[in-house]
C-alpha cells in the first residue's frame, strides 16, 4: 500500500497506524538501499559544459553544431542548418526508469526507456534546480509517497502505463511557471556518462520542431584528468 491508499482508507473511518509503520520502515529501507546504490555507482556530470551553447543562433564552428550535425547533407541544408544552429537544449529530469539504467554493470538491454520531464521555455530549458524538483515531485507522486497535486492525475496514470508514449503538458500545479511535458523516451547506453544514468538523474537533450533527442556525453560528463 501506498500513503495515498492509507489515506483513502483512515478518510473512511480505518484504523491504519500499523500499516503506517510498516511503509515507514520499508521506505526507510529502501531509502537506505537508494544511498548505497548512489554512493557505489556515483556518476558526476558537469552541465555547466553546456552553457556556452544554450544562445541561439549557435556558430556552425562551435564542438556542439559539429558533433550533433554531422556532415552538411547534399540536399536541404538550410532546414539542416537551421536546425542545429536553432534547436534547443533541454535538461531532462528522469522520472522513473529501470533500476539497473542508474547502475554502471553490464545490463540486459543496452536501451532503456525512461519517462522524463523537462521545459522549452527560456527561464527553465537548462535550469537543474528547478527539473531536479519536478522530477522528484513527479516521481513521488507516482510512488505513493506524496499526494498527487491537483490536475497530475492522468500523468501519474501516463507513469504506470508503459505502453502509454503520450507527451502531456505539466500542470500549473507542479510547473512553477514553466512550459513543460512528460514523455517517455528511449535511451541508449551509448549515449549516456560511463554508460549509465548521471546521479543527479538530469539527461540533456536536443529539440526541435517536435523530436527530441541525448546530447552525447562527451559534451557535458565530468572532466577527466
Not at 15 to 37: F, I, P
Not at 192 to 200: A, I, S, V
Request: aromatic share 8%.
Amino acid at each position: 500500500m501506498t500513503e495515498n491508499d492509507l489515506d483513502k482508507l483512515e478518510a473512511q473511518g480505518l484504523d491504519v497506524s500499523a500499516y503506517r509503520e510498516q511503509l515507514a520502515e520499508r521506505r526507510a529501507r529502501e531509502a537506505e538501499q537508494q544511498r548505497r546504490d548512489r554512493a557505489r555507482w556515483n556518476n558526476p556530470t558537469s552541465l555547466e559544459r553546456l552553457t556556452p551553447y544554450v544562445a541561439i543562433p549557435r556558430s556552425m564552428k562551435t564542438q556542439f553544431f559539429k558533433r550533433m550535425a554531422g556532415r552538411a547533407p547534399w540536399f536541404r541544408k538550410i532546414k539542416w542548418l537551421r536546425k542545429y544552429t536553432e534547436g534547443l537544449i533541454v535538461y531532462v529530469g528522469v522520472v522513473k526508469a529501470p533500476d539497473e539504467a542508474w547502475k554502471g554493470e553490464k545490463h540486459d538491454a543496452s536501451t532503456h526507456t525512461v519517462v522524463g520531464v523537462y521545459a522549452t521555455d527560456d527561464a527553465h530549458a537548462c535550469n537543474a534546480g528547478w527539473v531536479s524538483r519536478v522530477a522528484l515531485a513527479l516521481r513521488n507522486m507516482s510512488e505513493g509517497k506524496q499526494r498527487v497535486a491537483p490536475g497530475c492525475e492522468r500523468i501519474i496514470d501516463m507513469i504506470a502505463d508503459e505502453g502509454d508514449r503520450g507527451e502531456m503538458a505539466l500542470p500549473e500545479a507542479v510547473a512553477e511557471g514553466a512550459t513543460a511535458f512528460v514523455r517517455r523516451l528511449d535511451i541508449d547506453d551509448r549515449e549516456l556518462p560511463n554508460g549509465y544514468l548521471p546521479t543527479d538523474g538530469i539527461v540533456p537533450h536536443f529539440c526541435w520542431e517536435g523530436t527530441i533527442r541525448c546530447i552525447p556525453a562527451d559534451l557535458y560528463a565530468w572532466p577527466t584528468a
